[in-house]
Nanobody
């Protein structure tokens, strides 16, 4: 069983930056595709970004392309989401996820493990 934990969320103003971090509790965690999703109040969970194993390929939602950057950490089972030029519409709970595949995965149904979420709030 793989347990994921996110951190780095907070309350910021529009135009500010945040860097989210995700880590797997399993020290042998490896060779998983990983991704970030978000869910705003009253809305369905939305794809944000994904990265393949070992991290060469990435994919972004159109709404965040050019502003967000996903990357795998140097330690096994870690991942970052650098969020720049944040907008109020980015406000949501952000979730880290991992899948038993190696390619880029954008469909939430393909992910096997999920973190508890970290709140990102962007004020105007």
């Amino acid at each position: 069983q793989v347990h994921l934990v996110e951190s780095g969320g907070g309350l910021v103003q529009a135009g500010d930056s945040l860097r989210l971090f995700c880590a797997a509790s399993n020290p042998t965690f490896s060779r998983y595709a990983m991704g970030w999703f978000r869910q705003a109040p009253g809305k369905e969970r939305e794809f944000v970004a994904a990265v393949s194993w070992p991290g060469i390929s990435t994919r972004y939602a159109d709404s965040v392309k050019g502003r967000f950057t996903i990357s795998r950490g140097s330690a096994k089972g870690t991942m970052y989401l650098q969020m720049n030029s944040l907008k109020p519409e980015d406000t949501a709970v952000y979730y880290c996820a991992a899948a038993h595949v190696q390619g880029v995965v954008a469909d939430s149904r393909e992910y096997d493990y999920w973190g508890q979420g970290t709140q990102v709030t962007v004020s105007s």
